[in-house]
């Protein structure tokens, strides 16, 4: 770790003077103020697009900087409403052009003919929006930010039209952007920044107007200017989604259960809203809301102690949010090795499952998540800062449960506000930038039992920044630090310092302990990053930590605490073509993690290499060595552990995206932590038609554990343990699941889009076993060396196992239950959506979940499928009609 720290510091001070890159930013297009009636329908008749256009567009793939093989002309347009963009983009086989029908926003996966047309109104040359029409006639829309082409925000979404046209000569395309949808400065005359891009897919060809050269940086700061728009004003529209829901559920199977008769009829109605503030901020609010057209989550099998992360599919807290993004200022690489980056803001925190407990019951109703009574979200830009922040409220949830015919209500969920904030501000045209992050969260507790389980306030203040280390922006140091605070009574506080993300109970350690008179917990996080942001040589170093009593699961997510990483990662990229690759890289990495007691718990050597061939199939290859270190978690709370050594392989395969046929493979062996793992995951995509996709995408995973948590049990015998039992088994675990998509786009405004996902996990549970000593990976093994297990069958027919360390000796016996599971699901929805005028659209939603568990750890992949089939399903239809207009 010296060493990493003595690189990492001399890098601070390198300079590597390479001239600066030529660009565009000089050119200037023009945009014509109209009075013309423009027609959105790719045709290109007005009189607006007969005069002539820009012709500049040059190639960037495959040779950078050479005349376009096939012709370009665009224009801009504008009137006191709306911004007009139009390109003829010539073709000399018009028949060849790749012309498909996908969802909309799935551009990166689209193999069409397309167009991109980007935007940066406010001329920061870092941050702007962009277009997208494919010759199909497909629209995808969202923002770019940080002087990046990629990635970028798709989960913005606005109200505009574009609409493609193949003809005799190749394919033109018309779009109308309202400045409603747009924020931008208000002033008399506008300088814009602008770029165009044409993909042509036979060729695997972009052309642009200007564009990153390899090797380089920058994108939007190579913008050239557009100019010629006055007199107009940011609008400060309101604009209202009023939408309605009929929903049938058919869920429950028990006919004696008195809260749930097989079927609920649920009506609904609720109100989205979008106003501007001013000349540049944008307030989104919604009342009420409804996300039932949403994608299920995939069924998981976790048995681990660190909880499941789920991607936030809801449109309110997905659209926009690229202002909450935190800690990534600068830099074009963001590695991490063995390293989770806290989330802190992590939005599935509103409107989550209820928390509380509840006391014993024969039947419940109990909600599935906490409703959301309203949030809204203001974003945009004061000054010089972008602004970003969320205010949400959500109710009180109550379960109403009974027992021995007695029923009563209980409260598992209080009343709570989440509230958000980030600002941003770029310095020096963008050398340097900094910001900040803070959540709050504010519950109220009407149950006092609840004060016992769920925290009371939570708050987290945080600073992010970057600041490049030379004119050429070739190295930047980027960097975040964090603090939270979280409060609660003494018995909340001590579950919280002995729950899985902080394991203050530890008995090996002095740096930690539980505090039983505490009230509240204050930690810190933060981590330092160097890039090479330019040239072929790649080179990334950081240093994180998270200090013991750091947390903020209670708006964001994260692993675990206790915790200091770093690592040294360095590469070279070839990326000029040739007649045999695309482009190709070669990188390693050596990397380490510490708990704060300077325990080695985590360290290896990586090794990467990728290609991409000429024909556009490609795969890399990956290697980590991960010698033997510590283990601070596997006793979930005991003394620390040896990891054995290890190593892992894996390889990855892809197919060119172009064909009716698509395939990736990914295929991974690995032996960690006394694991043994093997994995196959591939996704078979089958371009059925022009306006049908199937995709398949199965996966196995077998994995065979020497130490599976089973329990820990006090036995003041066991000295060499701390006067307990940590017991473990062995594990075999096999998983088989896929991922089952159809996208049947009928038109670029209607479709009908289903997913599905058949998963079948079982595990067998054997050779129970003890750690013998800290520090060791050695064992007990019950049955062996005068240590009993005895399998015990009660008269229903369970199993159970009782455990004894010496036989007849001192120790205490201690009986588990069968750990053994066979587990299925099938968890799937199908969404027919038509947008049946721009901004309004009517979702039909079927939603199914199937799943059922049993005590047999055998895989048996025929008796799961069967039980599948024959499981009663739970169905939930909805209707959902949406109504956009403005004022």
């Excluded at 290109?44 to 500049?56: A, I, S, V, Y």
């Excluded at 790749?98 to 991109?116: E, H, T």
Aim: charged letters at 20%; glycine letters at 8%; one cysteine or more.
């Amino acid at each position: 770790m010296k060493h990493l720290i003595t690189i990492f510091t001399l890098l601070l001070f390198i300079r590597i003077l390479l001239p600066a890159v030529d660009n565009t930013a000089s050119l200037k297009i023009t945009a014509l103020r109209i009075d013309e009636n423009i027609s959105v329908d790719g045709i290109l008749d007005e009189q607006t697009w007969n005069r002539p256009g820009f012709k500049g567009l040059i190639q960037q793939e495959p040779i950078q900087g050479v005349k376009p093989t096939q012709a370009n002309e665009v224009w801009v347009a504008y009137d006191d409403e709306a911004l007009y963009f139009a390109a003829r983009y010539y073709d000399k086989k018009p028949d060849s052009i790749m012309a498909r029908l996908v969802r909309r926003d799935f551009i990166w996966g689209d193999p069409s003919d397309g167009c991109v047309l980007y935007l940066d109104p406010y001329n920061d040359d870092r941050n702007g929006y962009f277009f997208y029409v494919s010759a199909a006639g497909t629209l995808a829309d969202g923002l770019i930010e940080n002087d990046v082409k990629q990635p970028n925000d798709l989960t913005w979404d606005a109200v505009w039209q574009g609409v493609a046209n193949i003809n005799d000569e190749g394919w033109c395309v018309e779009m109308k952007i309202p400045f409603s949808q747009l924020r931008f400065k208000d002033n008399e005359k506008q300088v814009w920044g602008i770029d165009v891009e044409r993909f042509i897919s036979r060729n695997a060809e972009t052309d642009m107007i200007a564009y990153t050269p390899r090797n380089e940086n920058g994108f939007v700061s190579r913008f050239p200017d557009l100019v010629g728009i006055e007199g107009i004003k940011p609008s400060a529209r309101l604009e209202l989604l009023p939408y309605l829901t009929g929903k049938g559920e058919y869920i429950g199977n028990d006919p004696n259960n008195p809260f749930n008769p097989g079927h609920k009829y649920l009506p609904g109605a609720g109100l989205d809203i979008k106003a501007g503030l001013g000349s540049s901020l944008i307030l989104n609010g919604t009342i009420n809301p409804d996300f039932g057209q949403v994608e299920v989550d995939p069924a998981v099998v976790n048995l681990t102690d660190v909880e499941t992360s789920f991607q936030e599919k809801r449109p309110f807290f997905t659209e926009g949010v690229t202002i909450f993004r935190f800690g990534r200022g600068g830099t074009n690489n963001n590695f991490n090795f063995n390293w989770t980056t806290p989330n802190i803001f992590y939005s599935r925190r509103i409107g989550r499952t209820p928390e509380g407990n509840l006391p014993d019951y024969t039947y419940a109703d109990i909600p599935n998540g906490t409703h959301i009574l309203g949030a809204g979200k203001i974003t945009g830009q004061i000054s010089d800062w972008k602004i970003g922040m969320i205010h949400a409220l959500t109710k009180r949830e109550s379960a109403e449960i009974e027992l021995d015919g007695q029923r009563s209500n209980i409260e598992i969920e209080p009343l709570t506000y989440y509230g958000v904030f980030r600002a941003q501000h770029d310095f020096d045209a963008g050398q340097q930038g900094i910001g900040i992050l803070s959540t709050f969260t504010n519950r109220f507790f009407n149950d006092e039992n609840l004060r016992n389980t769920i925290n009371k306030d939570a708050l987290v203040v945080a600073a992010d920044g970057f600041s490049f280390l030379d004119k050429d922006r070739t190295y930047v140091l980027t960097g975040w630090a964090a603090l939270s605070n979280v409060t609660g009574n003494k018995d909340r506080m001590i579950a919280l310092q002995k729950s899985a993300g902080h394991y203050f109970q530890r008995p090996d350690v002095s740096y930690i302990k539980v505090d039983s008179s505490a009230t509240s917990l204050t930690g810190y996080s933060g981590r330092l990053m160097l890039n090479k942001n330019r040239g072929s040589f790649i080179l990334n170093s950081a240093v994180g930590f998270i200090s013991p009593k750091f947390e903020l699961n209670d708006l964001g997510y994260f692993t675990f605490s206790d915790y200091i990483n770093t690592h040294f990662y360095a590469g070279y990229r070839w990326n000029t073509p040739t007649d045999y690759y695309q482009n190709m890289g070669i990188s390693g990495a050596v990397y380490s993690s510490y708990d704060f007691g300077g325990n080695n718990i985590a360290q290896g050597y990586f090794l990467q290499s990728n290609i991409f061939f000429s024909n556009l199939y490609g795969g890399n290859f990956t290697y980590i060595y991960n010698p033997s270190t510590y283990n601070s978690r596997r006793t979930r709370g005991g003394p620390l552990t040896l990891n054995p050594a290890g190593s892992n392989y894996d390889l990855y395969l892809f197919t060119d995206n172009r064909h009716w046929w698509v395939l990736t493979v990914d295929g991974n062996i690995g032996t960690a932590n006394g694991v043994d793992s093997k994995s196959i995951t591939t996704t078979l995509e089958f371009k059925v038609s022009p306006t049908l996709t199937l995709s398949v995408g199965p996966y196995i995973e077998k994995d065979k554990s020497e130490a599976q948590w089973i329990g820990a049990f006090t036995d003041p015998t066991a000295t060499e343990t701390y006067n307990k039992r940590y017991v473990f088994a062995h594990l075999d675990q096999t998983i088989v699941s896929a991922d089952i998509r159809v996208d049947w786009i009928l038109s670029p405004t209607l479709s009908i889009q289903a997913y599905i996902q058949p998963l079948v996990a079982s595990g067998k549970y054997s050779e129970f076993k003890a750690l013998r000593k800290a520090k060791t990976f050695d064992f007990i093994n019950y049955g062996e060396s005068g240590s009993t297990i005895e399998k015990n069958l009660s008269d229903n027919g369970d199993i159970s196992y009782t455990l004894d360390a010496d036989g007849n000796g001192s120790a205490s016996a201690y009986t588990i239950g069968n750990p053994d599971f066979n587990y299925v699901s099938l968890r799937g929805n199908a969404v027919l959506r038509w947008e049946y005028m721009p901004g309004s659209a009517l979702f039909l939603v079927w939603t199914q979940s199937r799943e059922d568990i049993d005590s047999n750890g055998d895989f048996r992949f025929g008796h799961s499928m069967d039980n599948l089939v024959n499981v009663k399903p739970d169905n939930i239809f909805m209707l959902k009609l949406t109504y956009w207009f403005g004022i």
